[in-house]
């Protein structure tokens, strides 16, 4: 990751810090009883169950340390600074796809919090990049591998 600070929300950096404090507490634990009960199977060398446990300790640890380099570059975004008629970080962009028809809306977010799944789209991504800036009534294209989009934008709120 970069060094330069990444704006969040706060809903976002409180997750992710909710998520590091699970890890590195209950999680840690968890790992613990059972790389336990698999040290008192015996022998450790032929001990698959010691094996699986030892690779999970291994990629909490490598979560733990993802998680503490995005929040030390966090900056979280203060949404009374922020112009609320622009789709800026942390602006949920209500649009209609004018080759569809479709109602839809995402919440543009940093890289660090994206979750598509959720409507979360990071604005590094090419609709997130699109949408930046616009305000509401736009008709706008946004340019993707896949061709062209193009979205009239019916509300940003916050």
Not at 16 to 45: N, T
Not at 63 to 85: G, V, W, Y
Request: hydrophobic letters at 35%; a negative charge; glycine letters at 8%.
């Amino acid at each position: 990751m970069c060094a330069q600070d990444v704006p969040i929300t706060r809903e976002g950096y409180e997750k992710l810090r909710q998520e590091l404090e699970y890890l590195k507490g209950a999680k840690r634990r968890e790992l613990s009883k059972e790389i336990g009960k698999a040290c008192a199977h015996g022998d450790i060398s032929e001990n698959a169950e010691y094996d699986a446990a030892k690779d999970a300790q291994g990629m909490n640890e490598k979560k733990i340390s993802e998680l503490e380099e995005k929040l030390s570059h966090a900056s979280i975004i203060d949404d009374k600074d922020i112009p609320k008629d622009q789709a800026l970080v942390g602006a949920k962009v209500k649009l209609k796809d004018l080759k569809s028809g479709r109602e839809f809306e995402y919440m543009l977010v940093s890289e660090i919090e994206s979750d598509f799944a959720l409507g979360k789209i990071s604005i590094t991504s090419p609709v997130g990049k699109g949408l930046l800036g616009h305000k509401k009534g736009e008709t706008i294209e946004i340019k993707i591998p896949a061709g062209a989009l193009q979205y009239k934008i019916l509300d940003i709120t916050r």
